[in-house]
T-cell receptor
Framework: DAKTTQPPSMDCAEGRAANLPCNHS???????VYWYRQIHSQGPQYIIH???NNETNEMASLIITEDRKSSTLILPHATLRDTAVYYC???????????FGSGTRLSIRP | GAVVSQHPSRVICKSGTSVKIECRSL??????MFWYRQFPKKSLMLMAT?????????EQGVEKDKFLINHASLTLSTLTVTSAHPEDSSFYIC????????????FGPGTRLTVL
């Protein structure tokens, strides 16, 4: 079973920040939080990952709470191309298998 | 980059035939590859983990004699759906891991299988 809980759907206005929450209350100390997204009929795409500290890359920012029981993916300026299903995943490093939950379907309004 | 390709991108076959899907890591060596299946409007379901040179590890409920996996080299894994039936129609996706500390998996574009 997936170890994360996400809202089934969200929407956001184009140009605004999209904040996608994820609960992972049973995360263990050496498990990472990964985010992937899947645009319709394509393979998933890696976005970002983190262990304890907040992370930022060219695609997004990841905010992890101090107790690590939840996190938020932030797309700073959402565009129509960000419409996708976003998956929050908790897993160990080193080629461990990934179990996908149901994800959040993000819709961007023009 | 780290590119994973799949071939074919879509295939239509008759019931009872076997279909082979290839997954290749184009610019890196993949110690581990994973196979997923995805039904419409559903999430990805892990079918099996494939390690180069050893037998695949199948998830519970996935028939290993039905879904044959071969990982003959560090850049190629194949999934063969044997004696396909309409209920096997699905989107099959592979991913590959470099096996480094960063567990980023690189996903292929998927193969849409339709069994008539």
């Amino acid at each position: 079973d997936a170890k994360t809980t996400q809202p089934p759907s969200m929407d956001c206005a184009e140009g605004r920040a999209a904040n996608l929450p994820c609960n992972h209350s049973t995360i263990s100390g050496n498990e990472y939080v990964y985010w992937y997204r899947q645009i319709h009929s394509q393979g998933p795409q890696y976005i970002i990952h983190g262990l304890k500290n907040n992370e930022t890359n060219e695609m997004a920012s990841l905010i992890i709470t101090e107790d690590r029981k939840s996190s938020t993916l932030i797309l700073p300026h959402a565009t129509l191309r960000d419409t996708a299903v976003y998956y929050c995943i908790v897993t160990y490093s080193s080629a461990s298998k990934i179990i996908f939950g149901s994800g959040t379907r993000l819709s961007i309004r023009p | 980059g780290a590119v994973v390709s799949q071939h074919p991108s879509r295939v239509i076959c008759k019931s009872g035939t076997s279909v082979k899907i290839e997954c290749r890591s184009l610019d890196f060596q993949a110690t581990t590859m994973f196979w997923y299946r995805q039904f419409p409007k559903k999430s990805l379901m892990l079918m099996a983990t494939s390690n180069e040179g050893s037998k695949a590890t199948y998830e519970q409920g996935v028939e290993k004699d039905k879904f044959l996996i071969n990982h003959a080299s560090l850049t190629l894994s194949t999934l063969t759906v044997t004696s396909a039936h309409p209920e096997d129609s699905s989107f099959y996706i592979c991913s590959a891991s470099k096996g480094t500390l960063n567990n980023e998996q690189f996903f292929g574009p998927g193969t849409r299988l339709t069994v008539l």
